[in-house]
């Protein structure tokens, strides 16, 4: 079946460096997009999402950029902290499937170098 | 406005016993969730709870059952734990989704042990 996936599973950064965190979706049928920080015991984060209207969208040092045509998504971190220092994963929800069917990906491990 | 909140945190059981996953969240969402976390896997939906008197299964419900309490509770039950059941349990909820997706927001989980 279709489903979510990662580039790479784990990325270092030197603290201050940016980040790009990558994601391969292959549902063409997928129309909105959602980036999760998941910490060390704790619950997965909202961090920012895109719908397919739009190629790209910024939050608070968060950049999230969507490709459809090579089904490509990425997570943009600029300045990254130690504090940024996490799982990081992406979601997708195909054109009027409901909420409840968002796919995740196996996520990617951020460690920042201080 | 502490979002979703899951109890216990952490619970150690033994073959056969059972127990109840709380979850309650305080954002008016109409969506509720559950899902576990295993390692090297995605988050995998057990139950979902569209509205308030709704219920159905996700991709991995046997062994579970699950309560839509009111608009701000949402329960998991396991009637007769099973190791393959030792997982991470997330709660999560999200606004009505009117065809074009709604972000889930998560709480920090119950880690659930079977012995």
């Known amino acids: 079946g279709e489903s979510v996936g990662l580039h790479l599973p784990t990325l270092s950064v030197q603290e201050g460096d940016n980040s790009i965190i990558n994601c391969a979706y292959s549902n063409s049928a997928s129309d909105y997009f959602i980036w999760y920080k998941q910490e060390s015991g704790k619950g997965p984060q909202f961090i920012i999402d895109i719908r397919s209207n739009m190629d790209k969208r910024q939050g608070q040092r968060v950049t999230v950029l969507l490709n459809k045509t090579v089904k490509h998504l990425s997570l943009q971190i600029a300045a990254t902290q130690p504090g940024d220092s996490a799982v990081y994963f992406c979601?997708?929800?195909?054109?009027?499937?409901?909420?409840?069917?968002?796919?995740f990906g196996k996520g990617t491990k951020l460690s920042v170098i201080p | 406005n502490a979002g979703v909140t899951q109890t216990p945190k952490f619970q150690v059981l033994k073959t056969g016993q059972s127990m109840t996953l709380q979850c309650a969240q305080d954002m008016n969402h109409n969506s509720m969730y559950w899902y576990r976390q295993d390692p090297g896997m995605g988050l995998r939906l057990i139950y979902y709870s569209a509205s308030e008197g709704t219920t159905d299964k996700g991709e991995v419900p046997n062994g579970y059952n699950v309560s839509r309490l009111n608009k701000r509770e949402f329960s998991l039950r396991l009637e007769s734990a099973a190791p393959s059941q030792t997982s991470v349990y997330f709660c999560a909820s999200s606004e009505r989704d009117r065809g074009g997706g709604q972000p889930q927001h998560f709480g920090d989980g119950t880690r659930l042990s079977i012995l």
């Open positions: 979601a997708e929800n195909a054109r009027g499937a409901g909420s409840y069917q968002l796919t």
